[in-house]
């Protein structure tokens, strides 16, 4: 049983009002949180991880992203900025929406053409919808007060 819906943006504009410069605020938020936690951990791999770096910035992306969206539905980035992502339901995203969610996050940006017509539809869709949005049905909202 579903405990809300998706605000029409149509009718309530205000939930998608800067969505998506907020979502880049957030984004670059995220990832300077994510570069000091992979520096916090390359001593601990006696600095081997130094080789592997963009593996091991990939690796605690990915879980930062899948626990801080599956415990709140946001990235810690994205509460600063007050959005958060919503199933097409209007649920919050539980721990296999937030793994689908960052998987396709990841996918889209394994491949440029896919990254840019992601941030293209995010631009000029009536929600805000990036492309991994669209293929789940998730929407990225301002926090409801």
């Known amino acids: 049983m579903h405990t809300a819906t998706l605000p029409d943006p149509q009718y309530q504009p205000e939930f998608y009002a800067d969505i998506v410069p907020k979502r880049l605020v957030a984004w670059v938020i995220d990832v300077g949180l994510i570069l000091g936690m992979t ?3 390359v001593p ?19 879980v930062y992203r899948v626990l801080t969206i599956a415990g709140g539905s946001a ?8 959005v958060e992502l919503r199933t097409a339901a209007g649920d919050r995203l539980d721990l296999g929406g937030a ?3 960052t998987l396709g996050y990841y ?4 491949m440029a053409l896919v990254q840019v017509a992601s941030v293209v539809l995010m631009v000029t869709s009536e929600r805000g919808q990036s492309l991994t949005d669209m293929v789940l049905g998730t929407v990225m909202l301002n926090r409801r007060i």
């Not at 996918?107 to 394994?110: E, G, I, R, V």
Request: no cysteine; proline share 3%.
């Open 39 to 41: 520096l916090l951990v």
């Open 44 to 62: 601990f791999t006696a600095f081997v991880g130094l080789f592997f770096l963009p593996f091991l910035y990939a690796v605690i992306g990915f």
């Open 75 to 82: 990235t810690l980035g994205m509460r600063v900025m007050s």
């Open 99 to 101: 793994f689908l969610h």
């Open 107 to 110: 996918l889209s940006f394994a």
